[in-house]
């Protein structure tokens, strides 16, 4: 009998806490965009995800609120893969992954953009459909990132 009793006590806590949490939990949107493209106030917090800064573009003219060359791929993988890309890519896409999610810089990114209700990953590559801005939305978006 006492069992069931603390048991009834933590779901009544339980339910209180849950009717009076005021801010709705919401997930985060994370959109890609190349850095030569315009601005534009759908882009919300708009991250630079390239380990070296974009070839003709002055600093003044691209606006970005984070650079996050730390969740960039390692220059060894990003050498290895620009070698051959047209055949390295699905290789490239699961050793990006795995360095990810063993990276505690992804956990350092997260806290920065803790709150953001869009986010857009900024990247140089003329590549739009083979890019590492791919990987790392969809890395996102799988660890359901939200506010």
């Not at 069931?4 to 849950?18: D, M, S």
């Not at 969740?71 to 290789?91: A, C, F």
């Not at 890019?131 to 660890?143: D, G, K, S, T």
């Amino acid at each position: 009998m006492y069992f069931l009793h603390k048991k009834n006590q933590f779901f009544v806590r339980f339910v209180y806490v849950c009717a009076t949490h005021t801010k709705p939990i919401t997930m985060t949107t994370v959109h890609i965009k190349r850095v030569y493209e315009a601005q534009e106030p759908s882009d919300g917090y708009r991250v630079l995800v390239d380990k070296l800064y974009p070839r003709g573009i002055k600093k003044e003219n691209l606006h970005y609120n984070l650079w996050a060359k730390d969740i960039t791929p390692s220059t060894p993988l990003r050498v290895w893969y620009h070698e051959n890309p047209k055949e390295r890519w699905q290789e490239f896409r699961t050793r990006y992954m795995q360095e990810l999610a063993q990276s505690p810089a992804v956990k350092e990114f997260l806290e920065k953009i803790k709150g953001q209700k869009t986010i857009t990953l900024l990247f140089a590559s003329k590549n739009a459909t083979e890019n590492h801005a791919l990987i790392l939305q969809e890395f996102l978006q799988q660890h359901n990132i939200s506010l």
